[in-house]
Structures are given as structure tokens and as C-alpha cells.
């Protein structure tokens, strides 16, 4: 059995989100310069009165051309119900499409009697709760006659942003829109709408959206594809503490568009793998939506996690106990690394043996690294700031350690930057005044420009490989061994080479 062989392709043709829904959040966004500039593709705006006041929809359909939902968190400043009141019947009544009415608060007979229920959109938010304690909590809301309802959880975990889908799922309804908030939740927040939810909130209107926002809607346009639905049933997916900040989700799921590939590559914030490995993944809780998944790329701080939960692992994933990817295949889970296939397919290997590397980090990234160079016959030195995790690599690989506090770049072919130092372009990982000039610099960080250790490396006339090139090779082998498919040739380079890169995105 080829266990590389493609899977099927989909073909199934295309659906489209009813309305992406941007959010109006903040006063000075109520301008027709920030309004006007929202994309082609957002065709509803929520304005969050709790924070931006109400604005006269007269005014916003100046400058925006689509449909207004009025906001009015509970909660938030309102003075008493009778000045709620006051304002929600004063939206209604001055021409919003739609007005948010909270299913506890505002069942006022009064309110009800002045807005029709093609005006409403009836809408709980709570903590945490099961698919079936949402469907009780939609029953009492259904009694309440609406255009649309919506239910959100406050999720804490990534197993919180399951029941909403659940629940969704098992509705069949295309009036409800349900999933998890918060950046732990954004995942729940595509995938509802891949499940007949109708409305997908993001954030956008404002520069000071907090999490529960969402990302705005170029991101949620770019990373996801919306609001074009392709039909899917499987999942891959960014599981990490800055999962959300990735620039993966934006990249594989443009290869799967463009080979209509029934996939979606989705963000998973996850500070403790294990649970997530237990709760998501193990379970085959997903399986419950039709969706399976298919592999995790994985980042910090879940690499060692990864790497031992695995059913395959392989001896260098073993020995340097890091692992950044998890696939699927048949009914086991092969973990491994591509780290090292960033750099090496971005270094001639006929130069690595004999040559002194310095490998600096000694994170999940820099073990794989350090290992797969000494492997290729190089004579590898681990470096780190933190001493004692620099011994305990030194143990782990049988390489020798240095502090970076005393580590100097001269005498070294070839070096390795596996920290996150720079990534915010105001410091240099290591003192560069020393480079020898026949040196390889690797720069494992990519930002929204030239980091200050490829600047200062290449000013000195060294080579350098930068993050970028490293992303590159390691975005392709990962999206093969995930979907046995290569992605179209040249797609992920000329995505990379842009040159504007998304300035809140991290490695």
C-alpha cells in the first residue's frame, strides 16, 4: 500500500457565507475613509453601540453600502433597561437592518411589539456549555420569532468551540449562527461557517478590536477563503500559542483552493498539547462533524508534547524529543520535524561535513536543527542563554554547549538562529562584528521585513538564508506528507515573496 498515495479530490462546486460581518468598534472608525476602504466581500457591519455611541445609520450608508446590524452588549455601560430600551427601539426605528436583541434581556413586550422579527437577531453569550445544554438554551430562544440567533461561548479551551458546532450541526438550521469567541475559539468561528452558519463576525472597523473581534476581515478573506465555502471534510491545522499570528493557515489553504483539495487549514491556540491531543484529537471528536483531521503543524511551547504522543516517531524525533509535525496515516500518527529541512534545503550539503555550526536556541526547533547537522557530519556547538536548558540539550544530543554569553560568531561556517529574537525587528540574537566572510547565516524568524540579523549579515557580505526561504522548504514538505499532494508549483514562493508581509504575523 502506497500510504503517500492522493487522497480523492472534491469537486463539489462552490457555496458562499450569506454575510461576512465587519465590526464597527471604535468612534473615530465611523469615518467614511475607514468604512469605505472595508473589502468588496463584507457585506454587513455590526456597530457596536457599547463602544462607538449610535451613530445615525443615515450617515454610515454614506459611506458603506451594505446592510447595518445595532449592537448593544449587555453589560456594558448601559445606565438601566429603560435607557437600553430607549436606544434599541431608536435603532429600529431610524432604519438598521438588524437589531441584536439579548434573548434574556430584551423580551420585552414593548420591544418586541416595535421591532418586527424581520428586524431582530436574537442572541445569548455565555460560558462554557454542551451541545445539548445550547440546543435547550436555543429552544427558549426560538420562542422568540427572528429573522437570525446566535449563540456564543466564551471558550477557555479549545475543546469549548466544539459544542457550539455540534449543536450547530445537528440543528440543520440556516438561521443560526454559533460558535466560540475569544482567539482560542477562531477556529470554530470558520468552521461554523462551513456548517450553514450565516453570519461570520470579524473584526476590521477599528484598530483596537480585542480578541472576542475576531481577525479582520483581509485576514479572514486571505487566510480562509471567505466568504467562498468550498466543501470540505477533512481538516489540517497550526496548533500553538501564536497559532493565530501564522502565516500557515494563509498558504496551504491557497494550495488547497487552487487544487480543490476538500481541506481547510485552520489556527488551534493551544498552550497544553496533551489536552488538545486528548480532547480533539484522540477522541475523534471531529469526526461527530463529518470532518476528520488529517495533521497539525506544531509550534512552541508544544514540540517535545508532540513529539512523544505520537504512535510512529522516528529516532531523530525520539533522540532530540522535538516534533512540528503530526500526520495521519491509516490509523497511527507519524510525528516529525521539518526544522531541519528549512535549513538544509537551503545549504549545500556537500558543505556541511567537516564544517563547525553553531546552532543557537535550544528549543524544540534548535535540537532537531543541531541533530540533522551533526547527522550531515558537521561538528555542531549548541548555544543558549539559559544554561541549564543548554546542558540538558548537551546531555540529550551528545553535543557540546556554550553560553551565549560567551559565544562568538568567529570561527564558525555556518550559523543557526533558532530563537524568536528579532521577530519584533529590534534586537540581534548574537553579537555579528565577527563573521567570518566565507560564513552561512540561517535565520530561522521571519517578520514584516528584513530582521536586524539578516541586515547586519548581509551588510557584512556573508550569505545569508532568511526566514522566509526556511518557511518555504518547510511549508512544502509539510503540506505533502499532510495531503500526499504537492502544492502547485511556484504558489507558496510567490506568496512568500510578496513584499508586504502582514505585519501581526509571527513564526
Not at 521585513?449 to 518547510?474: C, F, H, I, N, Y
Request: hydrophobic share 45%.
Amino acid at each position: 500500500m502506497n500510504l503517500l498515495q492522493p487522497l480523492p479530490l472534491c469537486r463539489a462546486s462552490h457555496a458562499v457565507a450569506d454575510a461576512l460581518v465587519a465590526t464597527l468598534d471604535e468612534p473615530g472608525a465611523a469615518s467614511g475613509c475607514v468604512l469605505r476602504g472595508l473589502p468588496d466581500e463584507v457585506s454587513w457591519l455590526q456597530v457596536r453601540a457599547d463602544r462607538v455611541g449610535d451613530v445615525p445609520p443615515g450617515r454610515l450608508r454614506q459611506v458603506f453600502g451594505g446592510k447595518l446590524l445595532y449592537t448593544l452588549r449587555s453589560g456594558d455601560g448601559q445606565a438601566n433597561d429603560l435607557n437600553r430600551s430607549r436606544r434599541l427601539l431608536a435603532a429600529a426605528s431610524e432604519g438598521y437592518d438588524l437589531i441584536e436583541l439579548d434573548g434574556e434581556r430584551d423580551i420585552d413586550s414593548d420591544l418586541l411589539a416595535a421591532i418586527p422579527p424581520e428586524q431582530r437577531l436574537i442572541s445569548w453569550r455565555g460560558a462554557p456549555a454542551s451541545a445539548s445544554e445550547l440546543t435547550l438554551r436555543f429552544h427558549r430562544l426560538s420562542s422568540i420569532a427572528a429573522r437570525s440567533y446566535l449563540l456564543v461561548v466564551d471558550a477557555r479551551r479549545t475543546a469549548d468551540a466544539l459544542a457550539p458546532l455540534l449543536f450547530l450541526r445537528s440543528t440543520g438550521r440556516k438561521d443560526i449562527t454559533a460558535y466560540a469567541d475569544g482567539e482560542v475559539g477562531l477556529w470554530s468561528r470558520v468552521l461554523a461557517a462551513h456548517l450553514g452558519a450565516p453570519l461570520v463576525f470579524v473584526g476590521g472597523a477599528g484598530a483596537s478590536q480585542g480578541p472576542s473581534d475576531g481577525p479582520n476581515p483581509e485576514r479572514m478573506i486571505a487566510d480562509f477563503g471567505l466568504p467562498a465555502l468550498p466543501a470540505i471534510d477533512r481538516i489540517c491545522g497550526i496548533v500553538g500559542v501564536s497559532a493565530s499570528k501564522s502565516l500557515s493557515p494563509w498558504l496551504h489553504n491557497a494550495a488547497y483552493r487552487a487544487l480543490g483539495y476538500p481541506g481547510l487549514f485552520l489556527p488551534f491556540r493551544v498552550e497544553f498539547f496533551e489536552e488538545f491531543w486528548n480532547e480533539i484529537v484522540e477522541s475523534r471528536a471531529l469526526d461527530q462533524l463529518g470532518i476528520s483531521i488529517q495533521g497539525l503543524t506544531v509550534s512552541s511551547p508544544n514540540k517535545e508534547s508532540a513529539a512523544a504522543l505520537a504512535t510512529i516517531r522516528s529516532g531523530a524525533t525520539l533522540r532530540a524529543a522535538s516534533a512540528n509535525l503530526v500526520f495521519r496515516r491509516g490509523s497511527n500518527w507519524v510525528s516529525t520535524s521539518t526544522d531541519p529541512t528549512g535549513v538544509l534545503a537551503n545549504v549545500d550539503r556537500r558543505s556541511i561535513e567537516g564544517r563547525r555550526a553553531a546552532v543557537v536556541g535550544c528549543g524544540g526547533s534548535g535540537r532537531a536543527i543541531a541533530l540533522a547537522l551533526s547527522q550531515a557530519g558537521a561538528s555542531v556547538t549548541l548555544v543558549n542563554r539559559c544554561q541549564a536548558r543548554g546542558e540538558q540539550a548537551s546531555r540529550l544530543l551528545g553535543l557540546p554547549f556554550t553560553a551565549l554569553s560567551k559565544f562568538r560568531v568567529d570561527g564558525y561556517d555556518l550559523i543557526i538562529n533558532a530563537t524568536p529574537v528579532g521577530s519584533q525587528g529590534d534586537a540581534l540574537p548574537f553579537a555579528i562584528n565577527h563573521l567570518a566572510g566565507d560564513a552561512v547565516v540561517v535565520d530561522l524568524v521571519y517578520a514584516a521585513g528584513v530582521t536586524p540579523l539578516v541586515a547586519g549579515a548581509r551588510k557584512r557580505g556573508v550569505t545569508v538564508v532568511d526566514g522566509r526561504e526556511v518557511l518555504l522548504a518547510q511549508v512544502e514538505e509539510q503540506f505533502f506528507r499532510m495531503t500526499g499532494l504537492a502544492p502547485p508549483v511556484g504558489l507558496v514562493a510567490e506568496m512568500l515573496g510578496l513584499t508586504a508581509m502582514p505585519s501581526d504575523r509571527i513564526a
